[in-house]
């Protein structure tokens, strides 16, 4: 709640200024920054949080603005209740327009956004309402939000930004915000950490379009005139990727920062230069947009943010960060090092069998079987291209095999999504790192709780758990991108064991790693299997397993070529001629 | 100067003092205030161009007026333009009439804003604001809102719908000595376009007893329009109806319709609106190609302006007068006349001069009188009809406006 402090001094001051402006243009200027402040928050609660930009959001907005003027005009309706009306109809079209959408990403998604509002715009031309005004209601203004004070439009859209603010905190906070913030940073990443992807972003479209609807609706009230062009056009949406981006995507703070900079200077230009220079004035404004954007790449909010954060890093370190857990933070590691690993327990956790999968000609993974028994730790090794990654895919559900099973825990799992893979028990970790550079250490790792955290709280206990088990407790309350390859390997692992995995796969987890560093990963995997993890390791280089796998399972062109113990393995002619070639079987022999 | 008597004198300064002690004490030194009019017209955008040109009949009309002795009514008081950019978005319209009425607080009346949703969203706010605006959009919604503020000069779209197609039956009897009985028409599937045929199909052409013999529409852009004009030479209507929005289609409709022989008039060709007469048409489309298209709009400039267009190709280098030149200039007399009814410099009585006013023939505006109805329409508002001749298209019809003679095929 202490967070909440700036934003509501900065509500008041707003409402101050609202009551102290009388002149009437001014205040429309009040008015305005407000709305296109929460259009931009509408935006980014889908755009901004999920990273899936979207190029369309004028779609929701004119559909509001449509609801009011239409519901006005035909039903004698009043705006006090058609705003609400028009979020549910924004909400409504959010997943219409959702469902097909998402199933493309990047730059197909925000071009196939871009189609919706271009459509509906055509689409309202054709039913005819190419020029709609509000009716003037001179008997009941107040009733039908036709205020001839015009700092009354300043207060209601100040309350609506308000709650709009408060909707975007509360989602930012909890496993919403966090689900999609992992979506944004790493779709894979985030279903194989036990996020069902598809359904927090539509979650969040349906908010955002919700949101856009009910601002539209407002708008059509402030300006009277309701166009096709003036709600669905280009502009419309593009004003809310202006005011997000400027000022700082996927913060709440960015779209108000945005609002409330453009807006009042694009109008300046326009009164001061649009009568003497026409056109100039969007000139400038352009150029002023380029040169912020340069300057500050990923918007005003989060450059000011890093460079405060780097003038009080040592300060910012002393103080203790408000989501700290109540957890204990026990020592790394409180274990005697020396102890004996116990054997595999002999109770099989994953079965697979005869797996294969192609890619047209190429056959990936050709017939592959094996078991994992619960407390061992399988090294799968292979020369790069052996198929290694492709059967972690088939294993945790991003690739369906074209053929065989995996069988988990006695059900057979194949063509379940990684999200659900994840719930019942696989977790993993990435050969290519997947952090969420701009989340704390604790924030990372949280984000992998979710899957068997039933709130915010057991998610906090879980995360710190997790952290504590890998040993970056001393670390936790770090951005990660300022932690080292090693750290983020731990927090790699940390975030698979937030979810409570009974099955961890590692890929590559000692890569890119110095001796000494990979000697302490080794041991923290080494602990993990002691106290009854089960672990399968991906790695091609087979000094470092030697010591730290109790089975090796070797891959070469997709296919099994060995399976068995290290020291059996590693003196298999077949094996050291696929690591070395020919030559070196004899030489290995002698 | 010299020519007033002495009573009218004493008149004059009696009034201009009252208009000075009620209107604006803060000017009580001077012998006549300024009285400052609104122009509230795109500017910079899309709609530039015209904006520009309203502009400058503006400045011709306060010029004229100025140099004629200002308003005689407030002391010769001159009258001054305040202009304000609209800019090129409803919203822009909306903040622009905002700050109109909320900075220039002395304003008496104003003119604008082109394109109809602006001056609808611009009447909005001088609505409100009880500031009395002209305007010479056509949007039968500006004066369907039970404003009192708002006034428009030219016929409304609807009235112009009406009247358009009985005008230029007329036009092709006069000019020809027969009544049109087939027409074709080509027109491209956007909003406007199907808006201008809709009505057509739907009765008006039963009406005035013709057949629709040839009826096409073509989806913008057009890559061949041989087909098109095949059917045309065919079906040998004795009007098309020819409505394209992209200029390209246009040119390419043209240029078939000449290389055919259909073109330089021999089949009557008409469009709508002013967008295929205005002066930019031409860095696109050859005048020859041009040569007897017809259109319809809401005003142009016709007898008795011959001056004002040599004016403003002298001053501004305009090769000719559109109707946003012409009516622009007409809102400044209208807006005078208004003041020296009033007597003082005060938007109310402007208003109130302008609702009860009945200023006779329209001089700058086609045909009616200066005088408005409940809603603000002018009375018996007309529209012309205007020729491509020699590269300028001139006013043809009504014959009492018309410069130049229209030419129609009679056969």
């Given amino acids: 709640m202490r967070s909440l402090v700036p934003i509501l001094i900065a509500a008041l001051i707003y409402a101050c200024l609202t009551l102290v402006v009388s002149n009437s243009y001014y205040q429309l200027m009040l008015t305005l920054v407000l709305v296109w402040a929460s259009f931009g928050l509408a935006w980014n609660i889908q755009s901004g949080y999920t990273g899936l930009v979207s190029f369309g959001h004028a779609a929701f907005f004119g559909l509001g603005a449509y609801t009011t003027a239409l519901g006005q005009i035909y039903f004698d309706l009043t705006p006090w209740l058609l705003i609400p009306i028009a979020a549910v109809i924004g909400g409504v079209s959010g997943l219409l327009i959702g469902f097909p959408t998402f199933r493309l990403r990047g730059h197909y998604f925000a071009l196939a956004m871009l189609a919706y509002p271009l459509a509906m715009l055509y689409v309202f031309e054709w039913l005819g309402f190419q020029e709609l005004t509000l009716p003037i209601k001179r008997d009941a203004p107040l009733a039908y939000m036709q205020f001839s004070d015009p700092r009354l439009y300043t207060l209601v859209a100040l309350a609506m930004l308000l709650a709009i603010v408060l909707i975007t905190r509360a989602v930012e906070r909890s496993r919403f915000g966090m689900a999609l913030l992992a979506i944004k940073q790493n779709e894979a990443a985030a279903e194989a950490a036990g996020i ?395 | 100067m010299t020519d007033h008597t002495p009573l009218a004198l004493t008149r004059r300064t009696m009034l201009a003092a009252t208009a000075l002690s009620l209107a604006a004490p803060r000017a009580f030194a001077q012998a006549a205030a300024d009285v400052r009019i609104g122009l509230i017209v795109p500017l910079s955008g899309l709609y530039a161009r015209p904006g520009a040109v309203m502009r400058m009949g503006a400045e011709m ?39 109109m009425v909320a900075q220039e607080t002395d304003l008496v009346a104003a003119s604008g804003a082109y394109l109809s949703s602006f001056t609808l969203a611009v009447t909005e706010v001088t609505e409100r604001a009880q500031l009395p605006v002209l305007t010479l959009s ?120 000449n290389e055919f022989g259909l073109g330089q008039g021999r089949i009557p060709t008409i469009s709508f609106g002013i967008a295929i007469a205005e002066p930019d048409i031409l860095q696109t489309i050859s005048p020859d190609l041009l040569q007897g298209v017809i259109t319809c709009v809401g005003s142009w400039a016709t007898k008795g302006h011959e001056d004002l267009v040599k004016e403003l190709k002298t001053r501004f280098n305009e090769p000719w007068m559109t109707q946003n030149a012409i009516s622009t200039y007409g809102d400044m007399w209208l807006i005078k006349e208004a003041l020296e009814k009033a007597g003082k410099a005060d938007k109310l009585a402007v208003a109130e001069a302008l609702r009860t006013m009945d200023g006779g023939p329209s001089k700058y505006y086609p045909g009616g009188i200066l005088k408005f109805d409940e809603k603000g329409r002018r009375v018996d508002a007309e529209m012309t009809v205007v020729q491509w001749q020699k590269g300028i298209p001139v006013t043809v019809f009504p014959q009492k406006l018309a410069v130049a003679e229209p030419f129609w095929p009679k056969r």
């Fill in chain 1, 196 to 590: 069902d992807a598809l359904a927090w972003k539509l979650r969040s479209i349906v908010l955002s379009g919700a949101i856009a609807g009910a601002v539209g609706a407002f708008y059509a009230v402030v300006l009277l005139v309701v166009t096709p062009p003036s709600v669905f056009g280009m502009l419309v949406s593009a004003q809310a990727l202006t005011v997000a981006m400027f000022g700082g995507v996927g913060t709440v703070w960015g779209p108000l920062i945005g609002a409330v900079i453009l807006i009042p200077v694009g109008e300046i230009l326009n009164a001061e230069l649009g009568a003497r220079i026409p056109g100039i004035q969007g000139v400038i404004y352009g150029l002023a947009i380029i040169v912020v954007i340069l300057v500050a790449p990923e918007g005003v909010f989060w450059t000011l943010r890093d460079r405060l954060r780097r003038g009080a890093r040592t300060a910012a370190a002393m103080t203790p960060e408000l989501s700290a857990p109540a957890a204990p933070l026990a020592p790394a590691d409180t274990r005697p090092a020396g102890q004996p690993r116990k054997p595999p327990s002999g109770e099989i956790l994953l079965s697979v069998k005869g797996l294969s999968k192609s890619f047209g000609g190429l056959k990936a993974v050709q017939d592959v079987s094996f078991d994992v028994h619960r407390g061992m730790i399988l090294g799968i090794i292979g020369p790069n291209g052996a198929g290694k990654t492709t059967l972690f895919n088939l294993l945790n559900g991003f690739l369906p095999p074209s053929s065989g099973e995996v069988v988990f825990d006695g059900r057979n799992m194949v063509g379940c999504r990684p999200h659900v893979l994840c719930k019942a028990g696989v977790g993993r970790t990435f050969q290519i790192m997947r952090p969420f550079p701009r989340m704390s250490v604790r924030d990372n790792v949280r984000v992998g709780a979710y899957v068997q955290a039933a709130n915010e709280q057991e998610a906090h206990h879980l995360a710190a758990d997790a952290v504590n088990r890998v040993g970056l407790s001393p670390v936790a309350d770090k951005m990660a991108a300022e932690l080292t390859t090693k750290e983020l390997r731990l927090m790699e692992i940390a975030r698979a064991l937030a979810g409570k995995p009974r099955l961890l796969l590692l890929d590559e987890t000692l890569a890119g790693l110095g001796h000494g560093e990979a000697d302490e990963v080794t041991a923290i995997v080494q602990r993990l299997a002691r106290d009854g993890m089960t672990v399968a390791i991906i790695e091609h280089t087979m000094q470092s397993m030697v010591r730290l796998v109790d089975r090796f399972l070797v891959l070469d062109h997709g296919a099994v070529l060995a399976d068995g113990e290290p020291e059996q393995v590693t003196r298999d002619p077949r094996v050291i001629e696929a690591y070395l070639g020919k030559k070196w079987v004899a030489h290995a022999q002698a």
């Fill in chain 2, 61 to 99: 009309g306060v010029d004229h007026i100025n140099s004629a002795g200002g308003v005689k009514a407030l002391g010769g008081a001159k009258l001054k333009l305040v202009v304000i950019d609209c800019g090129d978005t409803t919203e822009k319209a909306k903040n622009a009439a905002q700050r």
């Fill in chain 2, 138 to 257: 056509y949007s039968d919604l500006i004066t369907d809102r039970g404003f009192k503020y708002v006034f428009q000069t030219s016929a409304t779209a609807g009235s112009q719908a009406r009247q358009a197609l009985p005008l230029l039956m007329k036009l092709a009897e006069t000019a020809s000595g027969k009544r049109p009985k087939t027409v074709a028409i080509i027109g491209d599937n956007t909003a406007s376009s199907v808006a201008s045929v809709k009505p057509m199909r739907e009765g008006l052409l039963k009406e005035l007893g013709l057949e629709l013999v040839m009826d096409e529409t073509f989806t913008p852009p057009l890559s061949d329009a041989t087909p098109l004009v095949q059917k045309v030479r065919a079906s040998r209507p004795d009007m098309l109806f020819f409505l394209p929005t992209v200029i390209s289609d246009g040119k390419l409709i043209l240029e078939k319709m």
